[in-house]
């Protein structure tokens, strides 16, 4: 009852806090909004599924740390939330327990640790993320922002824990780790791209040091459009621990590992195609402004078909051997097919095919006219 009634307090304060949140939100507040809706609603679940999980209360207070971070305008107030979701969140997946005790020490320091970098990070800034004067602003604390880097290196002590573990589990548990690495490697690979292509578009237009780098008004719509994805991408974080946790779809990580690789080198290879149609046609007809984009359209569509099949296949073979392999072996028994008409050797082709794909335990055949 008691694990009950903190759940449903921590998880009312986080809702409480979101409510507030949107009086005051901007249309990019509301979008990051998502952020701690999710984590609240996925430790709600695990919560109700795994009552004695620790994973539901962190998940939870996470939740409701992202939610005070966009309702407190302090520069420091992304920092509590930011070592919950990839350092505490982590060192105790999926089961609530740290990976060994000898991990003990370093768990109690990442609980003091953030408190100080948020603390430095607040009073070492003269001004805060509105632009305004910071009213906690010290001078001394600005010697002290080196302290800001114990936090991505226990980021990366955290993400090692998990290769500790990952060594060290059964099959299960190593699906549960894939499924977040998966989440961490989007997540990660997306803000990098953000990050890179807004520094660039800072460096061509020239920076404001007083604007900020996200969603600054300056920015043009596909910039920010891309900013705000960048923040969507973090619901993957509490997703990937809820269907972990619950364990539920887990064998499906090879087969949406192999899509979303698929995808991601099908579109790298159509945009270069399309910038190369288009550089190139520019420099041949440069009175023309028009076609080089309608022949590098049609050129790009023509080629998503094929270079998807080919890059799926070698991406299958690579991240879901499992499935190529039993495409492969259907394939092969449907060519043998053609040719065969013998019952008792199409029989015998089918039953092996049946246990190359699937592996039954037990496997039976009904042919009509037979009992």
């Not at 992202?66 to 920092?79: H, I, K, M, N």
């Not at 000898?102 to 509105?130: G, H, K, L, N, Y």
């Not at 579109?267 to 288009?278: E, K, N, R, S």
């Amino acid at each position: 009852m008691r694990s009950r009634a903190a759940v449903i307090t921590v998880l009312a304060g986080g809702v409480g806090l979101m409510a507030f949140a949107t009086v005051f939100a901007t249309a990019a507040d509301l979008v990051a909004l998502v952020v701690p809706a999710t984590f609240l609603a996925v430790g709600a679940v695990v919560a109700l599924k795994q009552p004695h999980n620790p994973e539901a209360m962190l998940l939870l207070v996470t939740g409701v740390a992202w939610a005070v971070a966009l309702t407190v305008p302090f520069d420091g107030s992304w920092v509590i939330p930011v070592a919950l979701m990839t350092i505490h969140l982590l060192l105790r997946f999926p089961d609530g327990t740290l990976p060994s005790p000898q991990w003990r020490a370093f768990s109690w320091f990442c609980i003091v640790m953030p408190v100080v970098v948020s603390f430095v990070v607040t009073t070492s800034a003269e001004v805060t993320v509105d632009g305004a004067d910071n009213p906690y602003y010290f001078s001394w604390a600005r010697h002290l922002n080196v302290l800001v880097a114990l936090l991505p290196a226990a980021m990366i002590i955290s993400a090692a824990s998990l290769v500790f573990r990952y060594r060290r589990a059964d099959a299960v548990e190593r699906l549960q780790v894939r499924w977040l690495a998966f989440a961490g490697a989007w997540v990660v690979g997306w803000y990098g791209l953000t990050l890179v292509v807004s520094l660039v578009y800072d460096w061509k237009v020239g920076f404001d040091s007083t604007q900020s780098r996200w969603f600054g008004e300056g920015y043009p719509a596909w910039l920010l459009m891309l900013q705000m994805s960048t923040l969507l991408s973090f619901i993957l974080i509490p997703v990937s621990f809820g269907v972990a946790i619950m364990r539920y779809r887990l064998y499906d990580i090879d087969r949406i590992v192999s899509r979303t690789t698929s995808y991601a080198l099908v579109t790298g290879i159509l945009i270069g195609v399309y910038a190369l149609v288009v550089t190139a046609i520019s420099w041949l007809l440069p009175l023309s402004s028009t076609l080089p984009v309608a022949v590098a359209t049609l050129t790009a569509a023509a080629l998503f078909r094929p270079v998807l099949v080919r890059t799926r296949r070698a991406v299958d073979r690579r991240f879901d051997r499992e499935r190529f392999s039993a495409e492969q072996v259907i394939q092969e028994f449907s060519m043998r097919l053609v040719h065969e008409v013998d019952p008792d050797v199409v029989t015998s082709e089918l039953l092996g095919a049946l246990d190359e794909t699937v592996q039954p335990a037990r496997v039976g055949l009904w042919l009509p006219g037979t009992r």
